[in-house]
């Protein structure tokens, strides 16, 4: 995801978000944001990211790395809310369980800011899945600014437990959205061989 951003990639949807991103005109909603390393990464940027997940990692990962890599320990522009500066852009931290409703964690004027939404390897359970799709449909729903889901995708070994590839992009198709692969390669996993690693995009 990282590598999307701000590396060379020959692909026109990709140069348009690295274009937004030179311009620091790139607002992105993080997804199943773990401890913040790719939010973090993008805010550095110069994107404006707000970094979610639930609150144990929330306020346990994402808040103190977020500050460990502010410009200072308590450096936020007035004009940015809740936002810390980190590299050229700007990060915050906010809990969105996607078993709940999205109003009870997000604003719909904070949502409607978004111009893309990411989730990096939060697609691997099955049981999580439909949950994940859920939240996304109700971000498509409200936002007046029809955002584009951008994941990563890697493959698994674990049959059952965890959603394959084509049963993942069936239940996305079925919504009626449009899903591409934009980039794909094969990396080595510790222990466990080489799997095949994706990154989609998918629209409304």
Known sequence: MVEAFACEMKNDRIEQWQTKLRNKDLNVLEL???I???GTCLAALGARVTITDLPVLVDHGIVPNLRRNARTANDTDSNEQDYLQIGEGYARATVLDWLKPISEHLSKEAISSFDVIIGC????LDKLVDPFLNMISDLFDQST?????LFTYQRRNMKGVFSTLESLLKRIESRGWSVD???WRSISVEGDGRHDLYLFEARR
Do not use: N, S
């Open 145 to 149: 600014k029809r955002p584009t889901l």
């Open 181 to 183: 692969c934009l980039a």
């Open 121 to 124: 390897d939060c697609l691997f």
């Open 32 to 34: 199943g944001g773990g």
């Open 36 to 38: 913040a390393v790719v």
